[in-house]
């Protein structure tokens, strides 16, 4: 086979004309679009210095519509079954029809839903020719979302819901294009110049079909093929015919959203770090400000009572003066309003079970009150404490509990007897 030959229709090969060696490669970004002319007979060298040297200074996400005559079409059955339907054993089958082994060609493939006998029409090209365009624009700064043929581009932009065939010129060949709906069932490439060989290859298509076909003539190839890539690079579209696949596929098949992904993933971080600093701050400042309030009430105790040693629980002992002070305003005179820490710690300590299973850690009483501060193994353990306190006769509130990392968990049990007209509040 000649280099420079090409699939000119789905049943056999032509050699193409001479003097048209040069191809022009459409690069289609969302913005811009740019033509590299391209020799496919040379070397893969030659094509990706062409390429690099067409591509300078461009940068985006493409999509590549490359020459209908470097593509090589034929049509192969389906089982119907998707087990045995798979893309590599459509490409053998491929193989058998074309003059290219499956190693040097990359294929795509259009299912003909509506067709008779079930059959897909297999679109493939080289190897040797697509790596080096993809190696170079990709070198060159841009990146290749899909490769596709230029005039399956434009036909896709033209929805169809009739048998037709359709003539799209591209350069000096015309493309014969049949299509039962929107599904291409078969191309062809021939010389533009030629009459006879496009109405044989309209005659050819049209045996597929049972009724006379409508044949239309299309223009604006380029103009159409560059609105649907805008469509495939919006997301708003796929190409039928998808040669970035296999081994041209790119190595990240996410890339295209590479870039946010990593600019969300990185502001979520920032996030969590400035959320962490925060709360950080936040731990510190309350820290100081517990500190300055125990220092301020440790302050207010002994300016009130400067004749007492500083306590060790502050709080207890404020609140048992002020039980007493509220029960002097309100005229109670009774034992309990006047009843000793020594009369208090009796009573609660005689009625303590024996089997208590709690570690004390601190344990103080008042005139009328007590505080115990210990560790139990579970939350159970602490209501025959509070029990025993209420048989005492001083009110208990809930305990306040917190459970330590080593899984025991740490109690405060208040009690104090009741006051005429007071009611016991538990403090945070």
């Known amino acids: 086979m000649d280099s420079r030959s090409r699939c000119k229709n789905p049943r056999s090969l032509a050699r193409r004309d001479e003097m048209a060696a040069d191809d022009v490669i459409i690069f289609v970004s969302s913005r811009a679009v740019w033509r590299v002319s391209v020799d496919p007979t040379v070397g893969a060298v030659e094509i990706a210095n062409a390429i690099a040297s067409g591509l300078v200074g461009r940068n985006g996400e493409v999509v590549v519509a490359v020459p209908s005559a470097w593509c090589l079409v034929a049509q192969v059955e389906s089982s119907g079954d998707p087990r045995r339907d798979d893309r590599k054993s459509m490409l053998f089958r491929l193989e058998e029809k074309l003059p290219l082994a499956a190693e040097e060609m990359v294929a795509d493939f259009i299912a003909q839903s509506r067709a008779q006998r079930r059959r897909a029409l297999g679109v493939a090209a080289r190897l040797d020719v697509l790596r080096p365009v993809i190696t170079a624009a ?96 919006a997301g708003r579209a796929r190409p039928s015919v998808q040669l970035r696949r296999g081994p041209l596929a790119a190595a990240d098949p996410i890339r295209s959203h590479r870039r946010p992904l990593n600019l969300a993933l990185a502001a979520a971080a920032a996030f969590l770090i400035l959320l962490t600093g925060a709360m950080l701050f936040r731990a510190v400042r309350y820290e100081r400000l517990a500190k300055s309030y125990e220092r301020q009430l440790s302050t207010e105790f002994a300016r009130v009572f400067p004749d007492w040693p500083p306590p060790g629980n502050v709080r207890a002992v404020i609140d048992s003066e002020f039980r007493k002070a509220q029960a002097v305003r309100s005229g109670a005179t009774s034992d309990t309003a006047h009843a000793s820490a020594l009369r208090t710690m009796h009573d609660v300590l005689s009625r303590f079970p024996t089997q208590a299973k709690c570690d004390v850690d601190r344990l103080s009483f008042g005139d009328g009150s007590f505080e115990l501060q210990g560790r139990v193994a579970a939350l159970e353990d602490v209501e025959p404490l509070a029990m025993a306190a209420r048989d005492a006769g001083l009110e208990v509130p809930p305990p306040l509990t917190r459970r330590g990392e080593d899984g025991l968990w740490t109690v405060t049990l208040r009690g104090a007897r009741p006051q005429p007209g007071i009611a016991m509040v538990e403090r945070p």
Not at 168 to 190: C, F, K, M, Q
Request: hydrophobic residues 45%.
């Open 138 to 233: 990709e070198g060159a700064g841009v990146t290749v979302r899909c490769v596709s043929p230029l005039v399956l581009l434009a036909a896709q932009n033209v929805p169809s819901s009739d048998n037709v065939v359709e003539l799209w010129p591209e350069g000096g060949e015309v493309n014969v294009i049949a299509r039962r709906g929107n599904d291409v069932i078969g191309w062809s490439l021939t010389a533009g110049s030629d009459r006879v060989a496009i109405r044989r290859e309209i005659d050819v298509h049209a045996l597929t079909f049972a009724e006379p076909l409508r044949i239309e003539q299309r223009d604006q190839l380029e103009a159409a093929a560059v609105m649907f890539a805008r469509n495939i690079l």
